[in-house]
């Protein structure tokens, strides 16, 4: 267990409205992920953090951003969602534990927009 | 760009059998991860088993073994004795080497595995 909490797992929402989605680590690892997760795409990485204040954007970044004030947070804001948005959300960090490392995912969370 | 492919939406087997999932990338690198996922009806990501480029022996993980062919960019999955358990999607995933920190997991679009009893 790799320490990851996502919160909510699951949210319903309307279109126009703003959502956070927030990731929660208890280790202290430098990078931390947001992928989304829709039927016949796999898991596409919308932005990515490789320390506090230090994000990139990954493939889906539009309509998405991301902060990270602390080490252990990395929230992900969907500033007005649209019902394209409508997907499952997983936070995931490398520990660097391993050769390679892997990604530890959290449990996801189910975002609908209505 | 990386893209990783995996050419079998759905696959099944009988239990006790040996099943065999395929994943190839187009890659430029020569430095790279590759890694397969399961992901059981539970929606957690469970890593099966990884393997690094440069080294030729298969990864093997158990019941869970790696056929890496590096020409020819393929990197396939195979279960062995097969158990109810071991239905899930599976994903296969590809990251470069090292590049100052910014790696990032490229994850192809998942092979659905059913296991009959």
């Known amino acids: 267990d790799a320490g990851i909490t996502q919160s909510p797992r699951h949210k319903v929402t309307e279109t126009g409205t703003p959502v956070t989605l927030r990731c929660h680590q208890t280790?202290?690892?430098?990078?931390m992920y947001w992928y989304r997760q829709d039927p016949g795409h796999g898991l596409r990485l919308i932005h990515y953090s490789y320390g506090v204040k230090d994000t990139d954007k990954g493939e889906v970044s539009d309509g998405y951003s991301v902060s990270r004030s602390k080490t252990e947070d990395f929230l992900l804001t969907l500033e007005s969602a649209t019902s394209s948005q409508t997907s499952v959300y997983f936070c995931?960090?490398?520990?660097?534990?391993?050769?390679?490392?892997?990604?530890?995912f959290g449990n996801g969370t189910r975002l609908t927009v209505t | 760009a990386q893209t990783v492919t995996q050419s079998q939406p759905e696959m099944s087997v009988q239990e006790a059998e040996t099943v065999t999932l395929s994943c190839t990338y187009d890659t430029s690198e020569s430095d790279y991860y590759l890694f397969w996922y399961k992901q059981p009806p539970s929606r957690q990501m469970i890593l099966v088993i990884r393997?690094?480029?440069?080294?030729?022996q298969n990864a093997t993980e158990n019941r869970f073994s790696v056929n890496f062919q590096k020409a020819a960019k393929s990197f396939s999955l195979k279960i062995s004795d097969s158990q109810l358990g071991d239905a899930a999607m599976y994903f296969c995933a590809y990251r470069r080497g090292s590049q100052g920190g910014s790696e990032k997991l490229v994850f192809g679009k998942g092979t659905k595995l059913t296991v009959n009893p």
């Open positions: 995931a960090i490398r520990t660097g534990v391993g050769r390679p490392s892997p990604l530890h």
């Open positions: 280790e202290n690892h430098r990078y």
């Open positions: 393997q690094e480029a440069y080294k030729q």
